[in-house]
């Protein structure tokens, strides 16, 4: 199977449009197959898919120039094509018929690009192939003509009165933020995004990000909407806020999908997408199902149960997800290219193992019980006091659900200053971002007994990523402080303003002497977190860190 990848059990979709009557998928091609072909019309190669869906690609370029459904034209805003990138320039473009099956070729330099049509479907079906860094490919844009979708989930809306940040990041007049960037989705939460009316849906169903970089906890542009219409991506690769070195190869299928309303058929989601058809197109880098192999996991123990487990294989080719069943933390990853990758388990967003496995075509690799040492979930230390918890992520922490989809700056975003006493809503009442230009110097209050305050103690501040190597270094009572830690390695872009705290999660340790506590315990100790960096410049755009777990061991 082309393009699959193991289906997370959690399923979310992103949809923007007028409250639509329910609706079942379709490939919804039903009218007669007799009109499916092709033909020139001079500047383009015009499909007819004998359905309800007739597409143009520039002969010159590969753009796609025109997508009619049912008789009313989509593509185009701004006077632009919807294409790679911003558009390839000057190609070779081809076209062949198999059967039921049309192909367009794009060849760019060492880019190869390829749109596929299947009689009696409204699908268009698209693949990509990056070689290297000589072609800057990293999306594919769909751009939609403004007026023929409304938008009732706005976070992206790039109607705005006033650019807050770079020239991606507005803010409106009642001072809510917009941007592109602000997808609120993780890569494994959807399988398609678009927008639909009441008898139309236009999605673009994701690939299984093979070829991509950033893993399941990635988050990217996924649409916008601005006052000459609107935009879905297929992000390829994506810099901002990447872990990852960028991978090379063939990425697909993703699917345009047109509907009448309802969702797109989950046939062609990633990891249920059966694809055998294109087996014989000669696409370059293509390997179909009997090329590919499986993963099987019979289970995974020594899990906390409160939290959601994904089980990720990587290399530098190639990357997969599985998320683990609840019950016994079985997973099964299939669609997978041969090789040996790097096996990790993640309790949320957090990694607590680390292995090793090898697939070979046609094979499945099966893997016994793999054990979670107890050391290795940061949770299971006995703390005097956490705040959060050791999950790889700042959720539950004060605004940490609002940085998704909206800058710091954002009206709706509560104080990011204000001093933290623990037993009382302590998490809630901890920022989940820390700058140093904002918020340095936040106080942690906390009590303790005679017996721990005769004893050093070591504390542990996680974070999930860093801006510009912010960093925290800490202080207790004013008569102790620490060194001021190294940086750890993180992303070199933005992060905490652009809709993303995924980074490279690290854990800052500082042994605290019996010296700095207060020896009266009807006292308060105060531990100060400051944070350092010689980078960044003012306000969110200076030194900052995201936050994971804060905790005094016992």
Not at 38 to 61: C, E, H, I
Not at 225 to 252: H, K, M, P, V, W
Request: aromatic share 10%; net charge positive.
């Amino acid at each position: 199977m082309s393009g699959s990848a193991n289906r997370p059990v959690r399923r979310r979709t992103f949809v923007l449009g007028t409250a639509a009557a329910a609706g079942t998928a379709a490939l919804s091609g039903t009218a007669s197959a007799a009109a499916f072909g092709w033909s020139d019309d001079g500047s383009n190669y015009v499909v007819n898919t004998g359905a309800n869906l007739v597409f143009k690609v520039s002969k010159s370029n590969g753009d796609l120039t025109s997508l009619v459904y049912r008789g009313t034209e989509y593509q185009g805003y701004g006077g632009m094509n919807s294409h790679i990138e911003s558009g390839l320039g000057s190609s070779t473009v081809s076209i062949r018929q198999s059967g039921t099956t049309i192909l367009i070729s794009v060849a760019y330099g060492t880019l190869r690009h390829y749109y596929a049509a299947r009689s009696g479907e409204n699908n268009i079906y698209l693949w990509t192939n990056k070689a290297d860094t000589s072609v800057s490919a990293t999306r594919y844009i769909l751009r939609v003509k403004k007026g023929l979708f409304l938008n009732d989930e706005p976070d992206s809306y790039t109607y705005t009165n006033s650019t807050i940040e770079a020239s991606d990041v507005f803010a409106k007049s009642d001072g809510q933020t917009r941007s592109k960037h602000y997808s609120k989705l993780r890569v494994m939460d959807y399988d398609y995004i678009g927008w639909k009316t009441g008898n139309v849906g236009l999605w673009i169903v994701r690939s299984n990000h093979e070829k991509a970089s950033g893993g399941p906890f990635y988050r990217s542009l996924l649409r916008h909407q601005s006052a000459d219409g609107g935009g879905l991506y297929e992000i390829l690769y994506y810099g901002q806020n990447q872990t990852e070195a960028q991978r090379f190869g063939l990425q697909g299928p993703y699917v345009i999908a047109l509907t009448d309303g309802g969702a797109p058929s989950s046939s062609l989601f990633p990891g249920t997408l059966t694809t055998s058809w294109a087996d014989s197109l000669g696409m370059s880098g293509y390997v179909g199902a009997s090329g590919r192999g499986k993963v099987a996991g019979v289970g995974i123990s020594g899990r906390n149960t409160a939290y959601p487990y994904t089980v990720g294989i990587a290399n530098s080719t190639a990357q997969y997800w599985g998320s683990a069943r609840s019950s016994d933390g079985f997973f099964s990853i299939g669609g997978v290219l041969p090789g040996t990758y790097t096996l990790t388990v993640f309790k949320g967003e957090l990694a607590v193992y680390t292995g090793s496995v090898t697939v070979t075509a046609g094979g499945t690799t099966t893997l016994n019980t793999i054990a979670i040492p107890s050391s290795n979930d940061p949770s299971n230390a006995t703390a005097i006091w956490r705040i959060g918890d050791w999950n790889g992520a700042p959720s539950g922490f004060k605004n940490a659900d609002l940085m998704t989809y909206a800058h710091p700056s954002d009206v709706r975003a509560a104080s990011w200053t204000g001093n933290v006493v623990i037993g009382n809503n302590e998490t809630a009442s901890f920022p989940c971002y820390l700058w140093k230009d904002v918020n340095s110097g936040i106080l942690v209050y906390f009590k303790l007994t005679a017996a721990q305050a005769a004893a050093a103690h070591t504390l542990r501040i996680g974070v999930t990523t860093a801006y510009a190597n912010g960093r925290p270094q800490v202080s207790v009572n004013g008569n102790w402080t620490s060194a001021i830690p190294s940086p750890p390695t993180q992303p070199n872009t933005r992060s905490l303003t652009n809709g993303s705290y995924r980074g490279n999660n690290h854990t800052f340790t500082y042994s605290v002497p019996a010296s700095a506590w207060q020896t009266d315990t009807g006292q308060y100790n105060v531990l100060k977190i400051d944070v350092v960096s010689g980078s960044g410049t003012t306000g969110y755009l200076s030194a900052g860190t995201a936050i994971d777990a804060i905790d005094l061991l016992a």
